[in-house]
């Protein structure tokens, strides 16, 4: 557990190394969360990979204990990919799987796409690679955070992420103040920072390993989104998960880390 000192602030990141140890050379997995939660939502993920492979994980800035890069802050994707490579560094990782999901799953995608010698696969859950395809968010988040508040648009947030009694209740306690204790203008600076983001000019360039993870039911990113990602990325596959929404790696973060496993084997089987 440990801060790295970025332009922006502090970010917090924790290595996990309990391989076991017969796992020689253990490779490793960088875990990047998306909006409004924090490196928490991996938690169910972990049981299923950390006998044989090292867990990075962090806190994206803005949220959990990594600081607020303030409000007037100027949110880039060029920034995120270079907190990504510059946790995997201070983890001392040269070559890694990355995962991410929502907006860190856009964010794996461009390292994917810009920095092929960094990674090892890249799995994308519930993320978009064109902003615009992005539903349900434009004018509707600062509508409702403006006229009711964070901890109204966390309220509303949970229904388009989960369906009824998907979740305990303390993992829907969890999530949902960690919806409605973060800031307003990070939530929103990194909301409007996806919905100019596209990537579709850059997707055919990947040639690494890449596992697509698609909820039925988001109400932001489309099952057609994700299968029209898979169709420009040779060799990518996708799993739709059926009765599943936005809030996927959490309400099925078992499920997930299961998959993950099995992808992870059957290209790296060493």
């Known amino acids: 557990m440990a801060f790295l000192a970025r332009p922006s602030g502090r970010i917090y990141y924790e290595a996990i190394d309990i391989t076991a140890p017969w796992v020689r050379d253990p490779e490793t997995i960088l875990f990047h969360h998306g909006v409004s939660t924090d490196r928490g939502l991996w938690a169910e993920w972990l049981p299923h990979l950390v006998d044989r492979y090292r867990i990075v994980r962090f ?27 510059a946790v995997a560094d201070a ?9 991410g999901e929502s907006t860190g799953g856009t964010v794996a995608i461009a390292c994917a796409a810009r920095m092929p010698e960094r990674l090892l ?9 064109r902003g615009a395809s992005v539903r349900n968010v434009q004018g509707k988040w600062d509508d409702v955070i403006a006229r009711d508040g964070q901890a109204a648009w966390a309220a509303e947030m949970m229904a388009g992420r989960f369906f009824p009694d998907a979740l305990t209740p303390e993992k829907f306690d969890w999530f949902e103040r960690e919806h409605a204790t973060c800031a307003p ?22 040639a690494i390993p890449m596992f697509l993870m698609c909820p039925d039911s988001s109400p932001f990113v489309a099952v057609d989104e994700m299968r029209d990602l898979m169709n420009a990325v040779e060799g990518a596959e996708l799993m739709v998960f059926p009765h599943a929404r ?9 499920e997930c880390g299961a998959q993950l496993r099995s992808f992870l084997e059957r290209h790296f089987p060493g």
């Not at 983890?91 to 995962?99: L, N, T």
């Not at 936005?246 to 078992?254: D, E, F, M, T």
Request: glycine letters at 10%.
């Open 59 to 85: 806190d994206l800035r803005g949220f959990g204990q990594s600081d607020d890069p303030g409000k007037d802050y100027q949110w880039a994707l060029d920034d995120l990919i270079a907190d990504t490579m």
């Open 185 to 206: 203008h990070v939530t929103l600076g990194l909301a409007n920072m996806l919905l100019a983001t596209d990537l579709a000019s850059e997707v055919g360039k990947i």
């Open 246 to 254: 936005h809030g996927l790696p959490l309400s099925h973060g078992a």
């Open 121 to 129: 696969s890249v799995t994308a859950s519930n993320a978009a690679y």
């Open 91 to 99: 983890a001392g990782c040269e070559r890694f799987h990355m995962v």
